[in-house]
């Protein structure tokens, strides 16, 4: 009788890059699959944990006593609890979802269902990362530190709409890219542990970068401007740089996302393998 030996692995139950572009179609068909309502609530409670996260992070940028290096590696750290939350815990994130277009290629869904269940999430996403923003507004979060959180929020928010668009939408390419290879990583995890650790390194890397991620701008540039419009907090951050700053982003993550990853892999390992 013919053995057939499992391919190896660097430790054990790792699932090897085939396998794992399997499992990315599977999981794309049942996210296509999910009703809108229920899509569109996971979709506000992943807008609410980036901009969590996001707030873990303005707390560490609201210490001026870190040098840079140091401020930027912590408060990646401290942003990747919104991306933990959200593979540990099940919710619909846009920039994750790009992993999507492995399904019609793989003539798993159609191509509007994907356009559908993307504006779903999309439109999820604002709603929960605006609502988080006013939240945190109306807990007074932006006082911390004497009021340098409210400052710190006030000064990220303006250096993303001082962007010329073209550099934010390369920043939001760089950053789906790692993006969504954490999200591709975390679909391999055999425990919340592996989940954590494979979101780790991608999202410290692309915060401490100043990569563009358009659902965190969705909360950091939304909560800057109720921090001006109620006087909490002086800025210069207009309605007009957001629209700019989100529409780059938005625009750079479905191209990192969808090419870099999503198409790149199923063209390595899902073309011509056929449905399974």
Not at 170 to 179: E, K
Not at 192 to 213: C, N, Y
């Amino acid at each position: 009788m013919k053995v057939t030996e499992k391919p190896s692995s660097s430790y054990s139950g790792a699932m090897t890059p085939a396998s794992m572009e399997l499992k990315n179609e599977r999981v794309a068909e049942t996210k296509a699959g999910t009703d809108v309502v229920s899509a569109f609530v996971l979709a506000v409670m992943a807008g609410a944990f980036i901009s969590m996260g996001a707030t873990f992070m303005l707390v560490i940028k609201s210490d001026s006593e870190l040098p840079f290096a140091a401020t930027q590696l912590l408060g990646g750290f401290s942003f990747t609890l919104g991306l933990f939350l959200i593979l540990a815990a099940g919710a619909e994130l846009f920039t994750g979802n790009c992993l999507m277009v492995m399904g019609p290629l793989a003539g798993r869904f159609s191509w509007g269902s994907l356009l559908k269940s993307w504006g779903v999430v999309l439109v999820g996403n604002l709603v929960g990362s605006v609502l988080a923003a006013a939240v945190v507004l109306a807990a007074d979060v932006a006082s911390a530190n004497g009021g340098a959180f409210g400052q710190a929020a006030i000064a990220v928010a303006e250096g993303k709409v001082a962007l010329g668009w073209g550099t934010a939408f390369a920043r939001a390419v760089l950053c789906n890219l790692l993006v969504c290879l954490a999200v591709w990583i975390g679909h391999s995890a055999n425990s919340v542990t592996d989940k954590f650790f494979s979101a780790l390194l991608p999202v410290m890397a692309f915060m401490a970068a100043g990569f563009e991620h358009c659902v965190a701008n969705m909360f950091f540039l939304p909560y800057a401007l109720m921090l001006q419009a109620t006087g909490v907090a002086a800025g210069g951050v207009e309605l007009s740089g957001v629209i700019s700053n989100l529409t780059a982003a938005t625009l750079g993550n479905l191209v990192g996302g969808v090419v870099l990853v999503g198409v790149s892999y199923w063209f390595v390992y899902g073309r011509g393998r056929g449905r399974a």
